[in-house]
């Protein structure tokens, strides 16, 4: 078969129509992006400064339950009335800060008076009894001693009287009468000296039992003195140990009777974090996570814990969760102050996350509008969460680490397929 061949011009009439054919296709295709772009809807358009915009990060991922809560102490004290009495006046209001010797309030009662009083005579009267009783008993042993002293002169000149008969008896100078006569007076009087130490010793014996028991009748009135001079310094009710009032119960005028309530004061020290954490959230806490107690909303002030407690029931629509706190804390730290803590549940280690969006769930499906063209424009996609922090999510799909998204309220925009930044 013969070849056939094109001639030369034919082949550039050919060219330059396809060129002019391509040019037109570019050109129709402008025109109809051009036109969509006219046409079809651009959406609305916000105000970059009313929108809050977080960049999806990739790392470690802290799970965090976060709660409300206030402080409260550990054990609060409650001061009764010791004795009975009349509330004469009441010296302090909630929320006053005591130390131990602050008076509470002031009581009054007649009775505990006079019986201070009485009490006081019958301790002097026992001393004074006491006081008279030893000194007859000193007179008298002192009386005997000499009794004893002269006795035993007497015994002892007989003795000698004795010895000096018995040569002259003898020799029949002195009768035989006289000198046995001689002889039983000195052995007389030898067992006078005898008999009378014997009486001593007895005497002394009761002197020390006449003393013991009069020191314990003293000792008794001694006792019941400082029992009444006690019922007398209870009238005056004093907060016992340093911390802050938090109900006052008893008034002016009332009639408290052994053990009437007066006030409730709790430490300033020893005190808890109580949380109020969202049932949904407090199957994650345990007792021994560590938690961060926040004093302010702006977080200046933070306080590390420990959990001690998870209530095993819901109470108002929420688990109480306690927090035990350090010994030293900040200043300003004091019962019944609000404060938001910070429980760290688990820790992920790699994975994508996010600042938490508003209405966002764990383990839950939403849409969120993701910044494109250099964050110009805003489109919805469909995101999957997982675990929740206190401020972050954890991303699950539908985002990637770099991607920006608006964390804010979409509610003026929800379901616009796209949304214009200005």
Same mark, same amino acid.
């Not at 100078?173 to 130490?197: F, I, M």
């Not at 549940?345 to 938490?356: D, E, G, L, Q, S």
């Given at each position: 078969?013969?070849?056939f ?24 295709c ?6 969509l ?8 358009s ?82 004074? @009894?006491?006081?008279? @009783? ?8 002192l009386s ?11 015994a ?16 029949h ?25 014997q ?38 009710? @004093? ?19 052994l053990g ?7 430490s ?7 949380l ?32 001690s ?34 429980i760290?549940?688990? @820790? ?20 969120v ?52 930044i200005?």
């Open positions: 078969m013969p070849d061949q094109i001639p030369a011009d034919v082949q550039r009439r050919n060219r330059r129509k396809r060129q002019v054919a391509w040019v037109g296709i570019a050109a129709l402008v025109v109809v992006v051009a036109a772009v006219v046409l079809l809807p651009s959406g609305p916000v105000a970059r400064d009313s929108l809050v915009i977080a960049r999806v990060r990739q790392g470690v991922f802290r799970v965090r339950v976060q709660a409300p809560g206030v402080l409260r102490p550990r054990g609060e004290r409650f001061v009764t009335a010791s004795v009975p009495g009349t509330v004469a006046r009441v010296e302090v209001r909630p929320g006053d800060s005591v130390a131990p010797r602050t008076v509470l309030v002031r009581l009054v009662d007649p009775h505990l008076d006079s019986a201070m009083i009485s009490a006081r005579s019958d301790l002097a009267d026992a001393r004074a @009894t006491l006081a008279s @009783t030893a000194a007859m008993l000193d007179n008298t042993r005997m001693e000499a009794e004893l002293a002269t006795a035993r002169d007497a002892e000149a007989a003795s000698l009287r004795a010895r000096a008969e018995r040569g002259l008896a003898a020799e100078v002195v009768a035989q009468l006289d000198y046995r006569k001689t002889v039983l007076d000195a052995t007389t009087a030898r067992e006078q000296v005898g008999l009378t130490e009486r001593i010793a007895a005497f002394a014996r009761n002197q020390v039992a006449q003393i013991a028991a009069q020191r314990a009748r003293v000792a008794a009135f001694q006792a019941a003195f400082a029992e009444a001079q006690a019922n007398v310094a209870a009238l005056t009710v @004093t907060a016992g140990e340093a911390g802050v009032v938090q109900s006052v119960a008893a008034h002016p005028g009332q009639t408290l009777a009437g309530a007066i006030a409730r004061i709790a300033l020290t020893d005190l808890k974090a109580a109020d954490v969202a049932p949904s959230e407090a199957g994650e806490v345990v007792a021994g996570q560590t938690a961060s107690i926040r004093l302010n909303d702006e977080g200046e002030s933070r306080i590390a814990g420990i959990v407690r998870v209530s095993p029931s819901v109470e108002k629509g929420s688990v109480r969760v306690d927090v035990k706190l350090p010994a030293r804390l900040p200043p300003g730290t004091r019962p019944d102050l609000a404060v938001l803590g910070d760290d549940v688990t @820790t992920i280690a790699r994975t994508i996350f996010v600042a938490r969006p508003v209405d966002a769930r764990p383990d839950s499906s939403a849409r509008y993701k910044l494109i063209d250099g964050g110009r424009r805003a489109i919805p996609v469909a995101v999957r969460f997982g675990a929740t922090s206190a401020n972050a999510i954890q991303v699950l799909s539908g985002l990637a680490p770099g991607d920006r998204i608006i964390v804010s309220d979409t509610g003026d925009f929800a379901g616009k397929a796209m949304v214009r200005r």
